[in-house]
């Protein structure tokens, strides 16, 4: 079982940065392959972002590309999302998650299967 924890939310203003960090434990981190979800009330958790276990392959939606970048630290054991020009559209509840790089690298949520609790961003006009 590996254990996420997500930090690094807020309350900001449109065109602000937020940079939100996850840790991974329980397993190595090398071995896993790390993503960003996020989800707003009656709607479907949906992908943000996601890195395999050696940096190399990343995968961003559509809606965040040129504006966030996924990063990850091996020797910390931390992905960060890190969101410029934050717009009220990306106001949700970000998760992050782990996936056993072994399964393969995918950015579908039905693939983690390792979630934290969440972290709440919250971009005001």
């Known amino acids: 079982q590996v254990q996420v924890v997500e930090s690094g939310g807020g309350l900001v203003q449109a065109g602000e940065s937020l940079r939100l960090s996850c840790t991974a434990s329980?397993?190595?981190?090398?071995?896993?392959?790390m993503g960003w979800f996020r989800q707003v009330p009656g709607k479907e958790r949906a992908r943000v972002a996601c890195?395999?276990?050696?940096?190399?392959?990343?995968t961003y939606a559509d809606s965040v590309t040129g504006r966030f970048t996924i990063s990850r630290d091996n020797s910390k054991n931390t992905v960060y999302l890190q969101m410029n020009n934050l717009a009220p559209e990306d106001t949700a509840m970000y998760y992050c998650?782990?996936?056993?790089?072994?399964?393969?690298?995918?950015?579908?949520?039905?693939?983690?299967?390792?979630w934290g609790q969440g972290t709440q961003v919250t971009v005001s006009s």
């Open positions: 998650a782990a996936q056993n790089a072994w399964r393969g690298y995918y950015c579908d949520r039905d693939k983690y299967t390792d």
């Open positions: 890195i395999n276990w050696t940096g190399l392959s990343i």
């Open positions: 329980g397993s190595s981190f090398d071995d896993l392959n």
